[in-house]
């Protein structure tokens, strides 16, 4: 394995286990609020916890990709130092939502930065090793 590629490795099983905790706990509540399939419509609580695994997922496309394109053209402990903040602002944001929608916004602003740096980050150094 190329050196240090364990810490975005780390962060990558991070991220993907909030995602699935997002997951477990939409599945348990169709149970637990008696709301059949297909129907997402259900009682408030309900529906916010299918709204936080849905939105998990939507960011989760930036992120894990951008994640490994920043790991690979700057640098992996970079990746990883500022990637580490997504998966624990991920879980504010899905206990904030849990709790109220006007709850989540404080995961939600934490939660975004790594993904605009990556994004641009990413395509800004792979420009530059061109040259």
């Known amino acids: ?4 590629f364990e810490y975005p490795i ?10 699935y905790y997002t997951l477990f706990r939409a599945g348990t509540s169709r ?14 609580e309900y529906e916010r916890i299918v709204r936080v695994h849905q939105n998990t997922l939507e960011h989760l496309v930036a992120f894990l990709p951008g994640l490994w394109l920043f790991a690979v053209t700057v640098g992996p402990i970079w990746a990883a130092a500022i990637g580490i903040v997504w998966p624990f602002a991920r879980l504010a944001y899905a206990f904030g939502y849990y709790a109220a929608p006007e709850k989540r916004i404080v ?9 605009y740096i990556f994004l641009p980050g990413s395509l ?8």
């Open 1 to 4: 394995m190329p050196e240090n």
């Open 10 to 19: 780390i962060v990558s099983s991070l991220a993907l286990m909030v995602y």
């Open 31 to 44: 149970a637990k609020y008696k709301v059949e399939a297909p129907s997402h419509a259900g009682p408030p």
């Open 107 to 115: 995961g939600l602003l934490i939660s975004l930065p790594p993904i």
């Open 124 to 131: 800004i150094a792979a420009v530059l090793l061109l040259f």
